[in-house]
């Protein structure tokens, strides 16, 4: 599988918005949980707080030995996967392998030309299963950017919805706060969360394959994440909270946002996929948005077709 890879940079500007503000932050080790406790300023300049536990065991080995991509892991995995397919086989062709690890190399050879060529095609397919399994069992996937670049990076949605288990007891905790009945309000209020958590700098998304990324519970133990990791957290806690409502994890150059399918306000912009409608949100900060509010440089890129959008709808037996 070759993978074409270009790279972008995005400045990201805020002018003009409010900074989060993460006013206090604090986890200890209680029995078998660690307590968290946050407090933060809203979009309204407005405190607000939450407090909960997680399970140790949950905390510390969900998505444990996810680590970044290595081509060369992939690549020795799958020449291992193949090796031990066409050792088991007999057809008249003499499979030689030389080298080993990532630098093996296959040799064919028979006088059944019909033989060859039938095996050269099995090995073609075999490695493209081969290498999807690899990159499912390791929480990434292929994707094909705006400009048809094909590269590799976490399975964001994946890490998404097996992460909404994790956040179930918070549901009861932020309905105590914002109703339900108002998306919006919901949304605005773990978005203020999300956001004043301390930010990390993306790197490339098709270069760093996946290196910088935390899974939503590792957001929490360490208190910071990029926005790839943001977005994914966001899309988990909404899903909890909302289980039905549509969305899509929309990425741009060394950006990434979230759009819900919801009624559009004024000018709020929108994407639309597939004949639905989306609002943007901004988890990321520093900057306190609320729905519908994106930076400039988000606007641009989404106005011009430059981006990328992954849906995040509920399985079908929610």
């Known amino acids: 599988m070759k993978l074409i890879i270009a790279s972008a940079v995005l400045m990201l500007s805020f002018h003009g918005s409010l900074s989060a503000k993460q006013l206090s932050f604090s986890k200890k080790t209680v029995g078998n949980s660690v307590q968290f406790d946050y407090q933060w300023q809203d979009q309204n300049q407005e405190n607000q707080s939450l407090n ?56 064919l050879k028979s006088q059944n030309q019909k033989a060859l060529d039938q095996t050269f095609k099995d090995i073609e397919k075999l490695e493209d299963e081969l290498m999807q399994e690899y990159l ?22 994946r890490f998404a919805e097996e992460s909404v288990v994790d956040f179930k007891p918070l549901k009861t905790l932020i309905l105590d706060k914002v109703s339900i009945q108002n998306i919006r309000e919901v949304s605005n209020y773990v978005l203020g969360f999300v956001q004043s958590i301390p930010y990390s700098t993306l790197e490339s998304r098709v270069d760093s394959t996946g290196a910088g990324f935390n899974p939503p519970l590792r957001i929490l133990w360490e208190n910071q994440g990029d926005c790839d990791s943001k977005v994914t957290l966001t899309a988990a806690i909404f899903r909890s909270l909302m289980p039905r409502i549509k969305m899509m994890l929309v990425f741009i150059d060394n950006h990434a946002l979230l759009a819900i399918n919801i009624p559009a306000e ?53």
């Open 136 to 157: 499912d069992d390791n929480f990434y996937q292929q994707f094909i950017s705006y400009d048809n670049s094909i590269a590799i990076k976490p399975d964001h949605a």
């Open 52 to 107: 909960f536990s997680i399970d140790k065991a949950i905390l510390f080995d969900r998505f444990r030995n996810f680590k970044a991509y290595r081509a060369e892991h992939a690549k020795r995995s799958v020449n291992q996967g193949i090796k031990r397919a066409l050792s088991k086989q007999n057809n008249g062709v003499h499979v030689s392998f030389l080298g080993a690890g990532n630098e093996m190399h296959i040799e």
């Open 266 to 318: 004024g000018d709020e912009l929108t994407i639309n996929v597939e004949g639905t409608n989306y609002v943007l949100l901004e988890p990321t900060g520093p900057a306190m948005m609320k729905v519908g509010e994106t930076s400039p440089d988000s606007e641009f890129s989404i106005r011009n077709g430059r981006y990328y959008a992954e849906p995040f709808f509920a399985l079908a037996k929610e």
